[in-house]
């Protein structure tokens, strides 16, 4: 077994428990399947995990560890092992990840269509062999480089339909074989958005999603609520917010900008409205009472939320 220097520094890893066993499952060529409800950071765990198994930071500007597969009922045989196209033969993420020594990232794999996603399971079921070899799409064979290794992730474990995520189909019991004993439920992970957003936005957006579970009388860990904060959404208004604040005390960006306060522009009271109109009136009438809403709008640009942005600001540049 290659001996390897993980990369361990970025600073929410210690939010995120399964992050050393997924490296673990990789190292010894175990297939990962994350599963859990849109927004709650598969996808950049997936990414994140592919920068540290090669020792490497986020974004570094080198080429990147990983091919990824955006999966839905229009992949291809060529998106997996290549093929003909109108540009000539065009090389399959996943005979590229496997020649290569890349990390295959099977985004949102549910959404397969069954029949195409069986392309994936001889290779799979060879992750842990050594000099094993696949076919490419011109019947080329490829011999499987060591650091191969791969990374699927869905809303749903494929085992069945679900009524919210009605794009995912039910896959093959044989594909989903290819991953079991390395499976993780991903869910919310509240120290782990603490971590990554702004004390007022996150503070709002966790209440708001508690009250959303307390109406819906669902379980922290379900994954067909109708309406959800994810993770996904909180960045999101965190952007605007950051926005906002550096306008409202006129502090310097990265680029040394100085950002000036604008009629009409975007505040995270915008991003919180919009969020509100998407659900029924009596529904998002209730969870504003729930959360004090009102208060928050008015006191989340007074001094002691502007302390607090201002120490996390000065942290995070």
């Known amino acids: 077994m290659k001996k390897r220097t993980f990369a361990l520094d970025i600073p929410e890893i210690q939010q995120i428990p399964s992050f050393m066993k997924i490296l673990d499952d990789l190292s010894v060529g175990n297939n990962v399947f994350l599963v859990g409800s849109k927004g709650t950071g598969k996808s950049r765990l997936q990414e994140q995990v592919s920068y540290s198994f090669f020792g490497r930071r986020r974004n570094d500007k080198k080429e990147l560890p990983f091919e990824i597969i955006n999966c839905n009922q229009w992949t291809s045989p060529v998106d997996i ?3 003909q196209t109108l540009d000539g ?8 990840a496997w ?11 549910p959404k397969l269509d069954p029949n195409t996603a069986g392309l994936l399971n001889y290779a799979l079921a060879k992750t842990a062999d050594t000099d094993a070899v696949i076919l490419n799409g011109q019947k080329k064979p490829i011999r499987k480089h060591p650091d191969f290794g791969c990374i699927a992730s869905g809303n749903t474990l494929g085992k069945a339909i679900s009524h919210s995520y ?3 189909n039910k896959q093959d019991a044989s594909l989903l074989d290819r991953f079991s004993g390395s499976i993780y439920e991903i869910g919310f992970n509240e120290a782990l958005e603490r971590q990554v957003v702004y004390p007022a936005v996150v503070t709002i957006c966790i209440n708001i999603r508690n009250s959303i579970l307390a109406y819906e009388g669902e379980g922290m860990m379900e994954p067909d609520t109708e309406d959800i904060m994810t993770l996904r959404t909180m960045i999101n208004m965190q952007r605007i917010y950051e926005l906002e604040m550096m306008r409202e005390m006129g502090i310097k960006d990265a680029n ?6 604008v009629s ?18 009596e529904k998002a009438t209730h969870i504003k009472t729930q959360v004090g809403y009102e208060d928050f709008i ?8 502007k302390d607090q942005f201002i120490r996390e600001y000065k942290r995070r540049k």
């Open 256 to 261: 040394g900008t100085i950002h000036h306060t």
């Open 166 to 168: 009605v794009g995912n």
């Open 298 to 305: 008015n006191n989340y640009k007074g001094s002691v939320w």
């Open 99 to 109: 020649g290569e020594g890349k990390i295959l990232l099977l985004d949102e794999l």
């Open 81 to 83: 092992i290549g093929g």
């Open 89 to 96: 033969y065009q090389e399959g993420a996943l005979s590229k």
């Open 264 to 281: 009409n522009g975007k505040t995270l009271k915008d991003c919180l409205e919009s969020f509100f109109w998407t659900m029924g009136v």
